[in-house]
């Protein structure tokens, strides 16, 4: 749209004149904090406040104190805070509001508890295994918003079947296995979870948090305050990075009962040790992979197995379970397909959304699984893939049609691009991982209108998160369409639920596509209300009007024409302000119900883009790091609308996957995080990222703005898969778990038996 790029938000960051959460204050409030359990599983015998209590000015609230329901995303499983027991190490037990902080540390410390610890169960394979710990012992009474499987520690399965799966396996001719396992990793946001609580007038809040789902937040909160979501308020501050987490509450439930029972507005702000510990962090997976192949080497069935380790509550970690379930064939053809996904408890932190869901994982698993194929055959491994690619009019293992697939042509500009099959140096090697993805649906709303001084405004419910998909998406849209700079654009209202209307929230590569197709509606109405004005004022048809440059033009006369602060100052005073206001929900994708299994919550991919991404890699054998060399990345992105914002997201999500597959691991310890800091978690910084060469390709979904898909999420999915399968080329180690750091690669830099196993016929494997 144009060669300018323009970000409306970047003026307030750069002058550090936007308003975080963390910069939030209001007159005479307090500060608030979080009293936490010290271990991971077992009984409270003992919660003492009086002292913290004593302390003048200190509010103390405990689960005697909240007659609130449970709540959860999925299940109703999460007390607000904890009550006879705990299943965490970190859970809440109590909250403290103080006059500051000094005085909220000595309160918070002042606080006694004690629990009588009791066996837990700290794995997803354990949590699965007869005669385990049940987290939730009651789990199947509890209230569920969706229908899920929920029996022991399973509190979601999904499951999608395509063909006869067990057919293909009798008549294999070879079956390769493999077992892919994966760590926590942190979303990594620079900015912690921070809110302000204000009570309102009436017995209502006000919240203003750094979240990326106001209208989230608020049926939360709604829910745990016993007040109708009209007397909840939840404002999103200037986001410092979320990537999925900061989607729910977090603090802000906690912030609305202390000023409620204080008196006073309420702050609270995580520190980055409670950030690591108690919030919710990708899951750690572990992936059982297996394909039967003909004799002709063509993979003919397929069966996966992915365990997402949901923590101590559901959470998301039910949802996130079916995204994963559809990702089991990555973008082959493969008719014969069975793929499960369950999401397990544990006495671990809860985890959640991290920036492409469950995508890293299953990619990883299965493109590495292709790697893997590829050596047992003794073929090459693009050639493997590209016989499997899908193709126009294929069907998925959902039954969704794949109408125009690019994997093609992102697969053979990426390999191209990379050099692939070129002579490397001594400890180098290439990787290439494929995929596909999904731009999330999801209701969205807006309203544009056309000021006095020619600028236009958008106000809208959804949140501008850092990405730009408001900020530079939605904006050139708005400009491209009215036909103004778009620097005349601006953000007047967003991730308000007292001023815009419902937003699914920022999340699912979503944005600019579901709020960018809400707001073109809403410039058709307002060019026609442009027109019908300019028209009276140049005295010509309504349909000879152009915009143009900032005004209202005459077509087919230059310099005939009148500019939109004239044309908007006339209709205010004349017929009425220039405002439209338009919806959005994407149609739905077609799917068939035999092949997904009941209360599957993601049964097709919207929209779906393809994707390739190629790695040289440069492995030293003394010290066992790895060096990205060059990275490449092919992305389908619909249609191109700002390709500069495009390359960003790009190469942050590159990064952010670079980090999980040779970095980045929540180190566990029986259940509780020993690395809490970034002192401890390792994450790249800008001495370790590569450039990322970006190839943008083109292949317009008929649903999107101008053809446009979500571009957000899909560049982290692929970068574990690709690194891994450079690294394993470069060392021929079977690689079977990240990250690859050196001491792991330097103990395993050999053929190692037994990590991915084949077996003529009989499909016996690790």
């Known amino acids: 749209m144009g060669e300018a790029f323009h970000r409306s938000d970047v003026r307030g960051k750069v002058t550090g004149r936007a308003v975080y959460g963390v910069d939030l204050t209001a007159p005479h409030a307090l500060v608030g904090g979080v009293v936490r359990a010290p271990v991971p599983c077992g009984r409270i015998t003992r919660l003492d406040t009086s002292a913290a209590e004593a302390i003048p000015g200190v509010t103390v609230l405990t689960a005697r104190d909240l007659p609130v329901p449970a709540y959860g995303m999925v299940i109703d499983d999460q007390p607000p805070l904890a009550g006879d027991r705990v299943r965490f190490a970190a859970e809440p037990v109590a909250v403290v509001a103080a006059p500051d902080e000094t005085t909220l540390r000595r309160a918070i410390d002042a606080v006694v508890v004690e629990v009588a610890a009791e066996p837990g169960v700290f794995d997803p394979e354990s949590a699965l295994e007869e005669g385990s710990p049940l987290v939730h012992p009651g789990l199947a009474d509890y209230p569920s918003t969706f229908d899920t499987e929920r029996s022991g520690n399973v509190n979601g399965r999904n499951e999608v079947t395509a063909g006869d799966v067990d057919a293909a396996f009798a008549a294999a001719a070879t079956v390769v296995e493999g077992l892919y396992v994966t760590p926590r990793v942190h979303q990594g946001y620079i900015e912690p979870r921070a809110c302000l609580a204000v009570v309102e007038p009436d017995g209502g809040f006000h919240v203003t948090t750094s979240t990326q789902n106001p209208f989230g937040v608020r049926a939360t909160l709604s829910k745990v305050l016993g007040l109708p979501e009209s007397r909840v308020r939840v404002t999103a501050s200037t986001v410092g990075g979320g990537f999925g987490g900061k989607l729910d509450v977090t603090l802000e439930h906690f912030a609305c009962l202390l000023a409620e029972a204080a008196g006073r507005p309420v702050k609270m702000v995580s520190s980055r040790a409670e950030e690591f510990a108690a919030a919710n962090p990708r899951e750690n997976s572990v ?99 590209r016989r499997h690619l899908f193709r126009a009019g294929d069907v998925a ?49 807006a309203t544009v209108r056309l000021d006095s001084d020619g600028t236009v405004a958008i106000v809208t419910g959804a949140t501008e998160i850092g990405s730009g998909a408001l900020a530079t998406g939605v904006v050139h849209l708005v400009a491209e369409a009215l036909g103004v700079p778009p620097d005349r654009v601006r953000l007047a209202s967003t991730g308000d639920t007292g001023t815009g209307s419902f937003d699914f929230g920022a999340q699912g590569s979503r944005t600019t596509f579901n709020v960018g197709n809400a707001v073109l509606d809403a410039c058709v109405t307002i060019r026609r209300q442009i027109a019908a004005e300019a028209s009276e004022l140049l005295e010509v048809d309504p349909q000879d009007v152009d915009l143009a440059d900032g005004a209202a033009q005459v077509r087919g006369t230059p310099g005939v024409g009148v500019g939109l602060a004239e044309v908007a100052r006339s209709a205010r005073d004349r017929t009425g302000p220039i405002h439209a206001s338009a ?83 929540e180190e566990l310890v029986d259940g509780e995080v020993a690395n809490p800091s970034f002192d401890g978690y390792k994450m790249p910084t800008a001495t370790e990222a590569p450039d990322v060469e970006c190839l943008l390709v083109e292949s317009a979904s008929t649903d999107g703005p101008h053809g446009a898909k979500g571009v957000g999420e899909p560049p982290i999915i692929l970068p574990p898969a690709a690194v891994t399968n450079a690294v394993a080329d470069a060392t021929g180690v079977r690689i079977t778990e990240l990250p690859l750091t050196p001491d792991w690669l330097l103990a395993a830099w050999r053929p190692v038996p037994g990590r991915s196993t084949v077996d003529s016929r009989s499909g016996a494997g690790a």
């Open 397 to 445: 293992l959902n039954g969704q049609v794949i109408e125009a697939p690019s994997i093609a042509e992102c697969l053979d500009r990426a390999v191209e691009a990379i050099g692939y099959g070129r002579p490397l140096p001594p400890g180098h090697g290439i990787g290439v991982a494929c995929a596909w993805w999904t731009t999330t649906a999801g209701p969205a709303a």
């Open 583 to 665: 919806r959005y929900v994407a149609p739905p994708t077609a799917f068939d119900s035999r092949c997904v299994g009941p209360g599957h919550f993601y049964p097709a991919f919207n929209s779906p883009s393809f994707h390739c991404h190629a790695v040289e890699v440069a492995a030293c054998p003394d010290t066992g790091r790895v060096e990205i060399v060059r990275y490449v990345a092919a992305q389908d992105v619909g249609r191109a609308l700002v390709p500069p914002a495009i390359e960003g997201q790009i190469q942050g999500g590159v990064l952010q996957g670079i980090g999980m597959a040779l970095y980045e691991r």
């Open 287 to 385: 992936v059982r992979i297996r394909s039967a192949l003909d004799a002709d080497g063509r993979i003919i069935g397929r069966e996966v197995r992915c365990l997402l380790d949901a923590g101590a509550y559901a959470h998301d970690t039910p949802f996130l379970a079916s995204v994963a379930s559809l990702q089991a064939t990555g973008p082959y053809r493969i008719d014969n397909v069975r793929s499960t996904a369950l999401s397990v408890y544990t006495n671990t932190q809860p985890t959640g959304a991290y920036r492409g869901p469950s995508g890293p994982q299953m990619v990883l698993a299965v493109e590495a699984h292709m790697d893997e194929i590829a050596r047992t055959l003794g073929v090459d491994r693009v050639e493997l893939r």
